[in-house]
């Protein structure tokens, strides 16, 4: 059986409530004020379809972030997929308009904020817990708070 993992509620946490500040608060301008949004974000065209899904799935990280404060270990998964939809964003579209030299700047603020919560979902996410063999109970997790 392997040792106690460290588990840094305290990073996690904080990674819950970004989401619910600037996720969630994303979402639901998208949703109500999607024109003020746009300009704000700068994000072109006129897709109310894909802008619709995009604050959706906002507000719906932002919603369950609020239940991942109360339990951050049950809802870590939001995190991780958080964690993998931003990295593969990055790796499927940005890096390839970079080494295409088309990366438009109205992308560079979207890219800021989703490079900060990869590196906060990288410290806070409890990947050894995560990914560990269940054992039947959750003796295995030693919880340190430690941000």
């Known amino acids: 059986m392997p040792g106690p993992f460290v588990i840094?509620?305290?990073?996690?946490?904080?990674?819950?409530?970004?989401?619910?500040?600037?996720?969630?608060?994303i979402g639901?301008?998208?949703i109500i004020m999607p024109e003020l949004m746009k300009a704000v974000l700068r994000w072109p065209g006129d897709q109310?379809?894909?802008?619709?899904?995009?604050?959706s799935?906002?507000?719906a990280f932002g919603v369950l972030?609020?239940?991942?404060?109360?339990d951050p270990l049950k809802f870590a998964?939001?995190?991780?997929l958080q964690l993998c939809y931003k990295s593969v964003w990055f790796v499927a579209v940005?890096?390839?308009?970079?080494?295409?030299?088309r990366f438009p700047d109205y992308g560079l603020l979207t890219a800021a904020v989703f490079a900060t919560f990869i590196v906060g979902d990288l410290v806070a996410i409890p990947f050894p817990y995560l990914l560990a063999r269940a054992s039947g109970t959750d003796q295995g997790a030693a919880s340190t708070g430690a941000s």
């Open 8 to 25: 840094r509620r305290g990073w996690m946490r904080f990674m819950y409530l970004y989401t619910i500040v600037v996720a969630g608060a």
């Open 28 to 30: 639901l301008g998208i």
């Open 48 to 55: 109310p379809i894909a802008m619709g899904i995009v604050g």
């Open 57 to 59: 799935v906002y507000v």
């Open 65 to 70: 972030s609020v239940l991942g404060l109360r």
């Open 77 to 80: 998964p939001v995190l991780l």
């Open 94 to 101: 940005v890096l390839p308009l970079l080494l295409r030299g």
